[in-house]
């Protein structure tokens, strides 16, 4: 069974703050997708990394993907509270369509 | 392009009953997969549809079910309904190629309590 571990669970930072959230698992994806969701709401897709060592940013947001394609982070520069919301990290293998999700990180951006 | 939808968003049902929930991918979308979300154990897949077939399976019992129409739309249902089953139900939709960079696409989900 593959697991995806997700840290920290829960995050409470003032508005213009750094913050990084860990994906880790001892399994290999094939690609590894980060989502934000909001109460009562799917999740909306941030990004997808594929390539191990890829780095993306998206505005204030950077993502990268290990080397090993086993492990993954999200970091946010200076949050606003708009960013404010539970971020799933989730790993697909093969070619496998199921997504096997983090347990998430529920992160409040105080003004 | 309309996100993926689905139907409906909230609905409450008493234990022993049965329940469908439906789900309308993407257009050109041609997967479908289902997840459950509860506070206690996250996201976990239920199962996917390509092409009106069940292609992957995850660990539910078989209460859970489901079936895809020829137009990708798919719905599912779960019999004999149990307390431990109120949850969000999401649908993704996706294109359905094989290979990591198969993004999917989620609907709002439907707020399934059972009584």
């Known amino acids: 069974t593959q697991l995806l571990e997700q840290s920290p669970q829960f995050l409470s930072i003032q508005e213009g703050e750094n913050l990084t959230v860990y994906c880790n698992s001892s399994?290999?994806?094939?690609?590894l997708q980060w989502y934000r969701q909001e109460p009562g709401e799917g999740p909306v897709l941030l990004v997808t990394?594929?390539?191990?060592?890829e780095v993306k940013k998206l505005k204030r947001l950077t993502f990268q993907f290990g080397d090993a394609r086993k492990d993954s982070s999200l970091h946010i520069t200076a949050a606003q509270p708009g960013d404010t919301g539970l971020y799933l990290c989730?790993?697909?293998?093969?070619?496998?369509?199921?997504?096997?999700f983090g347990s998430g990180t529920q992160l409040t951006v105080l003004p | 392009k309309a996100g993926v939808t689905q139907t409906p968003r909230y609905l409450i049902k008493t234990r022993g009953q049965q329940v469908t929930l439906s789900c309308s991918p993407i257009?050109?979308?041609?997967?479908v997969s289902w997840y459950q979300q509860t506070p206690g154990q996250g996201l976990q897949f239920l199962f996917e549809?390509?092409?009106?077939?069940?292609?992957n399976k995850g660990n539910f019992p078989g209460r859970f079910s489901g079936r895809q129409f020829s137009n990708s739309r798919s719905e599912m249902n779960v019999s004999t309904l149990e307390l431990g089953d109120s949850a969000l139900y999401l649908c993704?939709?996706?294109?359905?190629?094989?290979?990591?960079?198969?993004?999917?696409?989620f609907g709002p989900g439907t707020r399934l309590t059972v009584l």
């Open positions: 993704a939709s996706s294109l359905g190629h094989s290979g990591g960079s198969d993004e999917q696409f």
């Open positions: 399994s290999v994806f094939s690609s």
């Open positions: 990394v594929v390539t191990g060592g």
């Open positions: 989730a790993g697909a293998s093969g070619s496998a369509r199921q997504l096997t």
């Open positions: 257009s050109g979308h041609r997967s």
């Open positions: 549809y390509f092409s009106e077939t069940q292609r």
